[in-house]
T-cell receptor, first 119, second 111 residues
């Protein structure tokens, strides 16, 4: 199994350009999410989805859009890139949720990451 | 709100030294706790987990015990290897769908 696949691995944009980071998983996971990783700040949740057709905002959603038309795919769109969006982006999935005491403590499977630089 | 605090790095150790990386958390209810590891150029992967108080998670010689009374989940290993050099993240998953991560601690192990 490929697990979670992210593309592209590297991308350089100019301020104001738009782009889409792709994420696909082949594990039939219901839950998918996007995080950004910045030095000294750990991972911060951008958006997440609990199933096809359902998305919700995380901690830092501004400047990003998502959609979930299929179980497998969860693309992240930057509509007008800004230098503050320079970061490493990770897509992650889990079978049916991000945790909880009685949910079985679902474990996240991560993609390899996408490094984005906005000039 | 819920949060995770872990010791700042980098931590530099010699091979076969004892490792402790401290992690404390703030959460309502009874979250599950995790340690994830990130090797250079890769995504995060689960190292170990614990789902309730007094549970001990273990994997690859690493251990962590869920301490509700001290709201802690410290990571330990008795004898580190060069191959353990990585960034370690403590995380909690409260009720719901949002896993919260600490800032990460970078570990360097010298031969």
């Amino acid at each position: 199994n490929a697990g979670v696949t992210q593309t592209p691995k590297f991308q350089v944009l100019k301020t104001g350009q738009s782009m889409t980071l792709q994420c696909a998983q082949d594990m039939n996971h219901e839950y998918m999410s996007w995080y950004r990783q910045d030095p000294g700040m750990g991972l911060r949740l951008i958006h997440y989805s609990v199933g096809a057709g359902i998305t919700d905002q995380g901690e830092v959603p501004n400047g990003y859009n998502v959609s979930r038309s299929t179980t497998e795919d969860f693309p992240l769109r930057l509509l007008s890139a800004a230098p503050s969006q320079t970061s490493v982006y990770f897509c992650a999935s889990s079978p049916n949720g991000g945790g909880g005491h009685t949910s079985g403590a679902n474990v996240l499977t991560f993609g390899a990451g996408s490094r984005l630089t906005v000039l | 709100g819920d949060s995770v605090t872990q010791m700042e790095g980098p931590v530099t150790l010699s091979e076969e030294a004892f490792l402790t990386i401290n992690c404390t958390y703030t959460a309502t209810g009874y979250p599950s706790l995790f340690w994830y590891v990130q090797y250079p150029g890769e995504g995060l992967q689960l190292l170990l987990k614990a789902t309730k108080a007094d549970d001990k998670g273990s994997n690859k010689g690493f251990e962590a015990t869920y301490r509700k009374e001290t709201t802690s989940f410290h990571l330990e290993k008795g004898s580190v290897q060069v191959s353990d050099s990585a960034v370690y993240f403590c995380a909690l998953a409260p009720w719901g769908f949002k896993t919260i991560f600490g800032a990460g601690t970078r570990l360097f192990v010298k031969a």
